[in-house]
């Protein structure tokens, strides 16, 4: 079966940093996008960011624009998802999926969800 592992969760500081990662269990990465997105408790799950398998190409959401960057290593079948800067209102599960497609906020075009990592940025 295909699917994502997130990791690099963990309680922060705000201002500070944590990197998360995504690895695939089943799948290669080369031929897929992959979006990071996160559910805050009592909120819609939304996107994040995407990293595009076309080189080059990604998308943040406005409000992680300028301080979060998504990264991707094929041959790790891993996406990463560096996060800086960190607000309180960046708490939230952050999951990782594939799509086949190019990236897109959609969340019916994505499979392979991983369980989530908690994400709390708090002092």
């Known amino acids: 079966q295909v699917q994502f592992v997130e990791s690099g969760g963990g309680l922060v500081q705000p201002g500070g940093s944590l990197r998360l990662s995504c690895v695939a269990s089943g799948f290669r990465l080369d031929d897929y996008s992959i979006a990071w997105f996160r559910q805050a408790p009592g909120k819609e799950r939304e996107g994040v960011s995407c990293?595009?398998?076309?080189?080059?190409?990604?998308s943040y959401s406005d409000s992680v624009k300028g301080r979060f960057h998504i990264s991707r290593d094929n041959a790790k079948r891993t996406v990463y998802l560096q996060m800086n800067t960190l607000k309180p209102e960046d708490t939230a599960v952050y999951y990782c999926?594939?799509?086949?497609?190019?990236?897109?906020?959609?969340?019916?075009?994505?499979?392979?969800w991983g369980q989530g990592t908690q994400v709390t940025v708090s002092s």
């Open positions: 990293i595009s398998s076309i080189p080059g190409q990604t």
């Open positions: 999926a594939a799509t086949p497609f190019g990236c897109t906020w959609n969340r019916a075009d994505f499979h392979s």
